[in-house]
């Protein structure tokens, strides 16, 4: 069983910024494009950046471009997530997941692992 294992949630203001984390197994991490999704309240989960095992190719969701920042480092295993400029509107629950593939995709159907989730609040 594969486990990714995400941090950084909290509790921040807007115009705030966070960092979440989300940590996999080495064997797979350097192999797999790594995305970031997110959850709000009522809503489908939505993509919203990945990362190719090298870096190479990234992709941004329209939502969060400009503000949030993807990045890897491959020997600690971590993929980041950097917000900043946080509006209440990306208040929801933050998933790490990983594709076997070698283009990001933007479907949740492309990756077959995910992590449990962290909470991102933001307040008005």
């Known amino acids: 069983q594969v486990q990714l294992a995400e941090s950084g949630g909290g509790l921040v203001q807007a115009g705030g910024s966070l960092r979440l984390s989300c940590a996999a197994p080495?064997?797979?991490?350097?192999?797999?494009?790594m995305g970031w999704f997110r959850q709000a309240p009522g809503k489908e989960r939505e993509f919203l950046s990945g990362?190719?095992?090298?870096?190479?190719?990234?992709r941004y969701a329209d939502s969060v471009k400009g503000r949030f920042t993807i990045s890897r480092d491959n020997a600690k295993n971590t993929v980041y997530l950097q917000m900043n400029s946080l509006k209440p509107e990306d208040t929801g629950v933050y998933y790490c997941?990983?594709?076997?593939?070698?283009?990001?995709?933007?479907?949740?159907?492309?990756?077959?692992?995910w992590g449990q989730g962290t909470q991102v609040t933001v307040s008005s």
């Open positions: 990362t190719s095992w090298d870096g190479g190719s990234i």
């Open positions: 080495e064997g797979m991490f350097r192999s797999y494009v």
């Open positions: 997941a990983a594709a076997w593939t070698n283009l990001v995709r933007t479907t949740q159907s492309a990756y077959a692992y």
